[in-house]
């Protein structure tokens, strides 16, 4: 490291070895975050990039679509009656999730989340926010799990307890794809929260070294 004088006060600049030798420990780190874990099973990002990791981040966009279509075709079959409301409802919630990752798949979130570059993460890294950001985004998904773990619960309780859906295979099938469907879409709103969290630290850090790198006497 070496040592930058920069308004009456004393900065350490870290030398690119140490800053590539950092961010790879980071990065390590960071496959097995809370955060990571979420992005990656819901496929939002790839875990490698090898063709194993996006066949399986195909295969979960394909699982979606799947779960869409077999709830639409539950709709269909059934005349009226809560039953109908109820695959309606699946119906509708599987068109969310599955507009929602291809939303994030047309604007290639995984360019700068995903394990190529991962840009988002070597930018914290390098102005020393990573740590933060990584703390902000855990507590963030202990919220998103808590709803979606309520959420779940709650439709389960309607499917097999309300007589939503008759106790049968096919409601155990039914709320199978609540969960998840209802998943997908809180790990997007996760995604999003991530994200923005990032954002968060990156304006605010940038405010700070604006104004700290200022000279007061001019």
């Not at 809560?82 to 995984?110: N, P």
């Not at 099938?173 to 630290?201: D, E, P, R, S, W």
Request: charged share 15%; hydrophobic share 45%.
């Amino acid at each position: 490291a070496s040592r930058v004088r920069s308004g009456g006060r004393t900065a350490y600049t870290k030398s690119e070895e140490e800053m590539q030798a950092e961010f790879s420990r980071v990065q390590e780190d960071a496959k097995w975050s809370v955060s990571n874990l979420i992005l990656v099973i819901s496929g939002i990002v790839p875990a490698e990039t090898g063709v194993l990791s996006r066949a399986y981040r195909d295969t979960a966009f394909l699982t979606v679509v799947s779960a869409l279509v077999g709830a639409a075709y539950l709709a269909t079959e059934l005349p009226s009656g809560s039953d109908l409301f109820c695959h309606m409802l699946l119906a509708c919630t599987g068109l969310g999730a599955l507009a929602g990752l291809a939303s994030l798949r047309l604007q290639r979130v995984h360019e700068f989340l995903g394990p190529h570059e991962r840009p988002l993460e070597s930018y914290a890294c390098a102005f020393g926010f990573h740590a933060k950001w990584h703390k902000m985004s855990s507590r963030c998904s202990a919220l998103v799990l808590a709803m979606w773990a309520m959420s779940s619960a709650c439709q389960a309780v309607m499917n097999l307890h309300f007589g939503c859906v008759q106790a049968s295979k096919a409601s155990i099938l039914t709320c199978g794809m609540n969960i998840l469907l209802t998943g997908v879409i809180y790990a997007v709103i996760f995604c999003k929260m991530h994200i923005c969290c990032a954002l968060q630290l990156a304006v605010d850090h940038f405010c700070m070294r604006f104004f700290e790198d200022q000279n007061p006497a001019t």
